[in-house]
């Protein structure tokens, strides 16, 4: 990767981060102020399984947008392991006027166990298709729209799989790691925009090695994972449409171009299902 590349992304991932940031704390203030219209399912505060705290004006959307994320095997298999986890709490809500969506809030308790974490969904997700660069599998969906082939909930229900998959993935990695990227990659970019920009700083290659990679490299990592999920729901989702050869083609095509190193990751699954997908990737 280019040093004005990464350079780039950098800027762009700060600024996706503040947006988040602002449009999360609006988001809570409106739910205070709202509280008695949201809609609320959830379990125990001793116990895990999904939290629903949707505004009551966007109930119907999400619905369907639930609606869509269960109508395959996988959907309903990640819906039912987090509605039934012994500890935790998975919370679903709702950030405002948005078209994208986002995870955090990551709490572990003291053995290490992942507790608490919550999907936030814009209230617009049906809409609005993001790059094929990094999000290879959303944005493969678009032409299929235009072509009134699916709607807007198998877009929203294509980004609440995302989402799950980055759940899944946090699961896996230990707090210690967490916590230390947490730290250090601040530390990392303040040092990248004072340097020249020079990923070789020996300071630079010592940190990457001490938190799995660069800023970047973690963070795209992350986003493949959640698109490797989202992946998961379509393969199910379209296995008896006719145009899954294109779509999976299209995915294929993204992926090659842009994520060649985690090519590996996206074929497992369109093989997964044997020759139904063996057109769209050899």
């Known amino acids: 990767m280019s040093n004005a590349r990464y350079t780039g992304l950098l800027v762009v991932i700060a600024i996706a981060i503040a947006c988040l940031h602002s449009s999360t704390v609006a988001a809570q203030s409106a739910a205070n102020r709202n509280s008695e219209r949201n809609v609320y399912a959830g379990s125990p505060a001793d116990s895990g399984g999904i939290r629903e ?36 709490v998975l919370t679903i809500t709702i950030n405002g006027n948005s078209k994208g969506a986002g995870s955090g809030k990551y709490k572990w308790n003291d053995s290490g166990e992942l507790v608490a974490a919550t999907i ?17 599998v959303m944005n493969a969906l678009e032409p299929f729209e235009n072509q009134r082939l699916i709607d807007g909930s198998m877009l929203a229900a294509t980004k609440l799989a995302h989402e799950f998959g980055h759940v899944m993935k946090i699961s896996s990695v230990p707090r210690s790691l967490y916590d230390l990227q947490i730290q250090l990659v601040p530390v990392y970019n303040k040092i990248f925009l004072s340097n020249g920009y020079n990923v070789n700083d020996p300071r630079l290659v010592d940190i990457a090695q001490k938190i799995g990679g660069n800023p970047v490299q973690i963070w795209e990592d992350r986003e493949y994972w ?37 090519e590996e990751r996206f074929a497992e699954i369109a093989k997964s299902q044997g020759a139904i997908y063996s057109c769209s990737w050899k």
């Open 226 to 262: 959640g698109e490797a999920n989202a992946m998961l729901f379509l393969r199910d989702r379209v296995a008896k449409e006719k145009f899954h050869c294109r779509l999976f083609g299209k995915i294929k095509q993204a992926v090659e171009e842009y994520a060649k190193d985690y």
């Open 120 to 136: 936030s969904l814009g209230s617009e997700i049906e809409r609005g298709y993001p790059s094929s660069v990094y999000y290879p």
């Open 53 to 88: 705290i949707i505004p009551a004006r966007y109930g119907k959307r999400y619905e369907e947008w639930k609606a869509e994320f269960l109508s395959t095997d996988i959907g309903k298999a990640q819906w039912d392991m987090y509605a039934h986890h012994p500890h935790l």
